[in-house]
């Protein structure tokens, strides 16, 4: 029993945390309906300078695999929680997005359900989850797209870091879009992203699905 309980944690972990490199497609249009209603002086512009507040996030991953006598086994898992520690900056040009000392700390449960035949293995499990992420400096051309909606063409930086091994090691990555809303002096910028992958263990071939949706919230400076 233990071995498969191992066999559950381990493989939970890696179907949540395989990189964001293997992605296949990529939801631009964002999760939230963005807007655009100005800071406290009327300035409806994000260009400037930032003070990077928290992230909050909504991640989930579903994988599949097929076994000859349990049938098809699903392995989700979850977590949904709110940076701590935040550290960093960002500044907005006409043509870039340059954050400098970005870094922030994750610590949470994840929510694990494993089924086997549509019938559930056992109760689900909650454990620990936590990762930091270290200070980074990066920078991005982005395209302001109508009053609400950004592009990123080269690597979008409103993502969740990209792992190895389960530790958080790059920003970004690949293009993206996101959307965002101006309300005082507070810009939230709204990300979604979805990738798929197989992965192999224990004998198994998962298919895995992950979605990813990310709030980064600043205060101007």
Known sequence: MKAFVNFILFAAFSVLLFSCQKELSIDLSGNSNGSSGGDNNGNTSIIGDWDFIAADMDVSAVGLADDDLLGTIELINSYKTTTQNNKGSLKIT???????????????????????????????????????VPSSNNSGKYQQIGS????????????????????????????GGARFSLVSDTLKILGSTIAATTLNEYGYNFSVKKKENIVFRYQRK
């Open 148 to 175: 609400d909606s950004l592009y990123f063409p080269e690597t979008s930086l409103i993502s969740i870091p990209e792992t190895s091994n389960g530790v958080p090691s790059s920003v970004g990555g690949e293009p």
């Open 94 to 132: 006409t043509t870039e997005f340059q954050s400098s000392g970005l870094s922030y700390s994750v610590s949470t449960d994840l929510h694990i359900s494993l089924s086997t035949g549509g019938v559930p293995a056992f109760p689900d499990q909650t454990v620990p989850f936590a990762f930091t």
